[in-house]
């Protein structure tokens, strides 16, 4: 860090605060050189996740995919929009705090049914019939079955 007004870099931190966003803390400075002082702003510098398509194409992780997915599997079901952006919050903080940059669609489908299913299972079921493509109503009953079981995970 330089002083913007002699470019010295003896530089003292007079005040430090979180700023309103509390992503970033706000920090004034005083040059030791000059005496001048400004603020400067700190943010963690967030790694962009990738997620990999089935036809393996890439694309920058989209929260709003996830949010709007579970919003059409909840329509005229119990289920707050709070509930889902805290879910949308927790799949994108798991995959925030894995080593991978790069995450499969399959990946993040199998965690929005987990916890669709954790939160409604009618909204799990609709997703699951999309996600999963089911051809025939075989395939849609193995689903059923497998939820029906006691402790029904896959």
Do not use: W
Request: proline residues 3%; glycine residues 4%; aromatic residues 6%.
């Amino acid at each position: 860090m330089k002083c913007p007004y002699c470019g010295c870099v003896e530089l003292k931190v007079i005040d430090s605060r979180p700023n309103e966003d509390t992503n970033s803390i706000r920090r004034r400075r005083e040059c030791l050189n000059c005496a001048n002082r400004f603020t400067t702003y700190e943010k963690i510098e967030s790694v962009t996740l990738i997620v990999v398509k089935k036809d393996r194409t890439r694309e920058p992780f989209n929260r709003e995919k996830i949010l709007n997915g579970a919003i059409l599997a909840c329509q005229k079901r119990p289920v707050s929009i709070e509930q889902l952006e805290r879910m949308v919050n927790e799949i994108e903080q798991h995959f925030s705090n894995t080593l991978d940059r790069e995450i499969s669609t399959d990946k993040i489908g199998e965690m929005v049914m987990d916890k669709l299913k954790e939160i409604d299972e009618i909204a799990y079921i609709r997703f699951a019939s999309v996600y999963r493509r089911f051809t025939d109503i075989s395939s849609f009953m193995e689903e059923l079955t497998e939820l029906l079981k006691p402790g029904g995970d896959k």
